[in-house]
T-cell receptor, first 115, second 113 residues
Framework: KAGVTQTPRYLIKTRGQQVTLSCSPISGHRSVSWYQQTPGQGLQFLFEYFSETQRNKGNFPGRFSGRQFSNSRSEMNVSTLELGDSALYLC??????????????FGPGTRLTVL | DAKTTQPTSMDCAEGRAANLPCNHSTISGNEYVYWYRQIHSQGPQYIIHGLKNNETNEMASLIITEDRKSSTLILPHATLRDTAVYYCIVRPANSGGYQKVTFGIGTKLQVIP
């Protein structure tokens, strides 16, 4: 079974631009979560989608948004990029529905550099 | 909002057991302890999880204290490929609690030949 895939793997943008990252979960998984990883802050939760609905959101500004499609693929968008948005963005999928304990499977990440 | 504390780094000799501690003194009754690891340049990899009983799988063992305020991940025979950052997190059984999940900085385990 193919793992979680993320595209692109590397991206360079300049301040003020916007960016869209894509994530394809493991086949059959309906939950997709996004995380931001920086050296100083570690892994921080951005948001989670399940069946095209955002279920949870972390403490990030409104410039960070996402969506999920009917095939469970997900995209996240960052508008008006800032230097501090440079990070590794990780996507994780799981098969869990509410009240089900389950592990997440992570993709390789997209390395975003903002100049 | 349970948080965890882990040592920043640890060394372990190849072939020996690696014991990685984690404190989660504010854990709630419905929160599980999860361990993940992240090898350089890769996404985190699930290792094991537990609620209150000790757990073992093909990768590791998880020992949770009776009061559930701390746990230890044990890699029984560490290899060089186990060199990674190990994250201990707590999360409720209900996935609706994901917003409270924080991975933190983790423990950087260096396995030494």
């Amino acid at each position: 079974k193919a793992g979680v895939t993320q595209t692109p793997r590397y991206l360079i943008k300049t301040r003020g631009q916007q960016v869209t990252l894509s994530c394809s979960p493991i086949s059959g998984h309906r939950s997709v979560s996004w995380y931001q990883q920086t050296p100083g802050q570690g892994l921080q939760f951005l948001f989670e989608y399940f069946s095209e609905t955002q279920r949870n959101k972390g403490n990030f500004p409104g410039r960070f948004s996402g969506r999920q499609f009917s095939n469970s693929r997900s995209e996240m968008n960052v508008s008006t990029l800032e230097l501090g948005d440079s990070a590794l963005y990780l996507c994780a999928s799981s098969s869990s529905g509410p009240s089900i304990v389950n592990e997440q499977f992570f993709g390789p990440g997209t390395r975003l550099t903002v100049l | 909002d349970a948080k965890t504390t882990q040592p920043t780094s640890m060394d372990c000799a190849e072939g020996r057991a690696a014991n990685l501690p984690c404190n989660h003194s504010t854990i709630s009754g419905n929160e599980y302890v999860y361990w993940y690891r992240q090898i350089h340049s890769q996404g985190p990899q699930y290792i094991i999880h537990g609620l209150k009983n000790n757990e073992t799988n093909e990768m590791a063992s998880l020992i949770i204290t009776e009061d559930r305020k701390s746990s230890t991940l044990i890699l029984p025979h560490a290899t060089l490929r186990d060199t990674a950052v190990y994250y201990c997190i707590v999360r409720p059984a209900n996935s609706g609690g994901y917003q409270k999940v924080t991975f933190g900085i983790g423990t950087k385990l260096q396995v030494i030949p």
